[in-house]
Nanobody, 117 residues
Framework: QVQLVESGGGLVQAGGSLRLSCAAS????????MGWHRQAPGKPRELVAS???????DYADSVKGRFTIGRDNAKNMVFLEMNSLKPEDTAVYYC???????????WGKGTLVTVSS
């Protein structure tokens, strides 16, 4: 069993920064790819960034150059550094983990990020 718990969300002014963290418990080593998704009200959930167990990363075009995803396997954590935040970044951000072999995706409960104008 895997549990993912996000933290670090909050209210920030446009242009500001936040660091989101995701703590994993359980069989973290089975999570080949971890990522961050976000969902704004009335919109579908979208991938923001992903990182493999070997720290290969990918970003959505909308956040490229502003967000940085990282993974600390020793601490069973993944983080998302968000800089130059824009109001359109406002969403609930979810931590995710995926296992290739079992085709299983695990989700955190989400943390709310609100960016004011």
């Amino acid at each position: 069993q895997v549990q993912l718990v996000e933290s670090g969300g909050g209210l920030v002014q446009a242009g500001g920064s936040l660091r989101l963290s995701c703590a994993a418990s359980g069989n973290y080593s089975r999570l080949n790819v971890m990522g961050w998704h976000r969902q704004a009200p009335g919109k579908p959930r979208e991938l923001v960034a992903s990182i493999t167990s070997r720290s290969l990363v990918d970003y959505a075009d909308s956040v490229k150059g502003r967000f940085t995803i990282g993974r600390d396997n020793a601490k069973n954590m993944v983080f998302l550094e968000m800089n130059s935040l824009k109001p359109e970044d406002t969403a609930v951000y979810y931590c995710s983990g995926y296992n290739y072999g079992h085709a299983m995706t695990y989700w955190g409960k989400g943390t709310l990020v609100t960016v004011s104008s």
